[in-house]
């Protein structure tokens, strides 16, 4: 059963940059969003409604780093991967919406509508959260990033600080009025960051990685 964050909201000068594009300031049990074929900004999110959670699945992303993910803010060790369930897909995700908080899913889009349904009365019913890669029938939220330009490297040489983006969102209910916003993703840290704050604490470079980063752990 996912648990309702508490704090985040958009009025939190501490709160993600995401919260401004989403209603109430976060993303509520048992909603579905898409994220436009986005890699950061999925793992953006999936940090955002992972954070006091149990734990977190993966299904049909094969190409998810560890190394990123866990620069976004993901807790690695309560994450599980299905990096390729086949056709079975929709199985194994209406099965790890039944007992993760937060589910990440590859691309849905050739989802049939029935199919959508069934996933969407699992999220109902175990108030997780579903947050697709691209496009998802039925997504209360659809994110996606409209502009994106790399900064920090200067005159040919010098170490990016982060991808300075632009995004949109809208969907359904609540969310069915367009949102913008811009901001760091990923930002110096690897996280998303306001911008004012990801100028003021960019670096000069960036230290090499040293020791072994954990593992995600892969099923099937």
């Known amino acids: 059963m996912a648990s309702e964050r508490a704090g985040g909201g958009a009025g939190d000068p501490a709160a993600s940059p995401l919260c401004a594009l989403l209603p109430g300031g976060r993303i509520r049990p048992g909603t579905a969003v898409s994220t436009g074929g986005d890699m950061p900004l999925l793992l953006a999110l999936a940090a955002e409604a992972s954070a006091g959670t ?4 993966a299904v049909g992303l094969p190409h998810l780093g560890a190394l990123a993910a866990e620069s976004a803010g993901l807790d690695l060790r309560g994450g599980l991967r299905v990096d390729r369930p086949g056709r079975h897909v929709v199985q194994v995700l209406a099965t790890l919406i039944e007992a993760a908080p937060v589910v990440l899913a590859g691309p849905l889009d050739r989802v049939s509508d029935r199919a959508a349904r069934r996933l969407t009365a699992a999220l109902r019913r175990s108030g997780s959260i579903l947050l697709s890669s691209g496009p998802l029938p039925g997504a209360e939220i659809r994110m996606r990033v ?3 330009s790399w900064e920090g ?3 040919g040489h010098g170490l990016l600080h982060g991808r300075r983006v632009r ?3 809208t969907g359904r209910g609540a969310a069915a ?3 913008y916003a811009e ?3 990923p930002g110096p840290s690897g996280a998303a960051a306001p911008v004012r704050d990801a100028v003021d604490a960019a670096p000069d470079g960036v230290p090499a ?3 072994l980063r954990p593992e995600l752990r892969a099923a099937g």
């Open 54 to 57: 149990a734990g977190w699945a």
């Open 146 to 148: 409209v502009s994106a």
């Open 153 to 155: 490297v200067g005159e």
């Open 167 to 169: 995004i949109a969102a």
């Open 177 to 179: 009025a367009p949102r």
């Open 183 to 185: 901001m760091w993703l």
């Open 209 to 211: 990685p040293t020791g």
